[in-house]
């Protein structure tokens, strides 16, 4: 298993920047993609960014030279440094991790935390 704990989410005004964290357990060796998605009220959860074991990212266009994904290896933690917030990027934040063929029997699971609330205000 993996236990993934998100933390770093708050209330900030419009303009501002915040660094979210997500510290992973467990079985970390049978991890491979991390990301994070989010889910404002009323909408489906959508993907924010993500990145590789080998450190190759991908952006959501909505938060493409805003936002910035990274992860420590080394501390088994996932980062999303977040500038420049919007009103519209209010949401759940939730972490998530892909479970890669280093764990052949658990194979294309993956795991979420249990999320951490952003909130920008105008």
């Known amino acids: 298993q993996v236990q993934l704990v998100e933390s770093g989410g708050g209330l900030v005004q419009a303009g501002g920047s915040l660094r979210l964290s997500c510290a992973a357990s467990?079985?970390?060796?049978?991890?491979?993609?991390m990301g994070w998605y989010r889910q404002a009220p009323g909408k489906e959860r959508e993907l924010v960014a993500v990145v590789t074991s080998g450190g190759r990212t991908s952006y959501a266009d909505s938060v493409k030279g805003r936002f910035t994904i990274s992860r420590d290896n080394a501390e088994n933690t996932l980062y999303l440094q977040m500038n420049s917030l919007k009103p519209e990027d209010t949401a759940v934040y939730y972490c998530n991790a892909d479970v890669g063929i280093t764990c052949p029997s658990r194979y294309g699971m993956d795991y979420w935390g249990k999320g951490t609330l952003v909130t920008v205000s105008s």
């Open positions: 467990g079985d970390t060796i049978c991890i491979s993609a």
